[in-house]
């Protein structure tokens, strides 16, 4: 007997004939990193370095501002967060008038004084806002307006479920750039909820990255250390998508066509792109709705035993 879930990828496959490859996300980034008083971008190796400390910290707001900044604000570092700080650098220019050997002022053939530019360097100590006191409407309009968006009662109750009885990453959902599992932290990061063009979006964004922490070693052992552009790496994409769609379907989303537009365009990228690819994803794939399925259906018994 064919299992419903075939259905769901049967459809699909169909969807993806016809939906081309020209994905897009479905959520708004937050912004550059700037200082949280002035409004002033980081740039350079500043904003890299701001941008791998936000991910790797799990901050969802890319606004920072120093020791000096926070005390005229009248704010502080939280109380564990004091020897937390990060370094940026600067460099600033001035001009100064050029002085002979003796100080005297020197000018040009006009009588004009004739100047020099002098480059001064130095370094702030940071810190993330969420590190601080500081109140959200100090920094608020350096943020993307967030959309009403309403949290599904049921899905929440499932994904929470889910995660407390071990089917997935814990999961930050505060807000970020990027939605992404990390393996080395065994961890989830998506954007918040009102970045999302629709709640819809979310979830299944959420349900993407849940599929690929079950990979982890401690779950079904699919192996994620796959190098980015890998062959491997493209076929991981499939199995959390083709996981999200079935997920979705389940809930009653209809989220399909962006979802056939992200599966082509990995697909896309596979060395083999026959039926043989897509089945062999798609098989990975029921078993982790199902790895995710159990893990529910313990944490709903245990709830009730309690």
């Not at 993330?128 to 009403?148: D, I, M, S």
């Amino acid at each position: 007997m064919k299992d419903h879930r075939d259905n769901i990828i049967a459809s699909i496959r169909d969807l993806m004939a016809t939906a081309g490859t020209d994905w897009t996300k479905c959520w708004s980034t937050l912004g550059q990193h700037r200082n949280a008083i002035t409004g002033r971008p980081y740039q350079g190796g500043n904003a890299f370095h701001l941008s791998a400390v936000m991910t790797v910290k799990g901050y969802g707001t890319p606004l920072w501002l120093t020791w000096r900044q926070l005390k005229a604000a009248g704010a502080h570092p939280h109380k564990d967060q004091w020897e937390k700080s990060y370094l940026v650098f600067w460099m600033a220019s001035r001009t100064i008038q050029k002085t002979g050997d003796h100080g005297e002022p020197v000018v040009n053939e006009e009588g004009e004084p004739v100047t020099r530019t002098v480059w001064n360097t130095g370094a702030h100590q940071v810190w993330n806002v969420e590190q601080t006191t500081l109140a959200p409407e100090k920094f608020q309009k350096y943020l993307p307006e967030q959309r009403e968006n309403a949290e599904d009662a049921e899905v929440e109750a499932w994904v929470h479920t889910v995660q407390a009885a071990g089917g997935c990453a814990p999961f930050d959902r505060s807000g970020s750039d990027v939605a992404c599992y990390i393996p080395a932290f065994d961890s989830i990061k998506v954007p918040a909820l009102g970045q999302f063009d629709t709640s819809e979006s979310f979830y299944l964004t959420l349900f993407h990255e849940m599929a690929h922490s079950t990979g982890h070693k401690s779950r079904l052992a699919r192996g994620l250390n796959n190098i980015k552009g890998s062959d491997a790496y493209a076929q991981e994409e499939l199995v959390a998508e083709l996981t999200a769609v079935m997920l979705g379907a389940e809930f009653g989303f209809d989220g399909n066509n962006s979802s056939a537009k992200y599966l082509n365009n990995w697909l896309s990228r596979c060395e083999d792109k026959s039926g043989r690819t897509f089945f062999t994803a798609a098989t990975r794939a029921k078993k982790a709705v199902d790895f995710m399925t159990r893990a529910a259906e313990r944490g709903e018994t245990g709830s009730k035993a309690a």
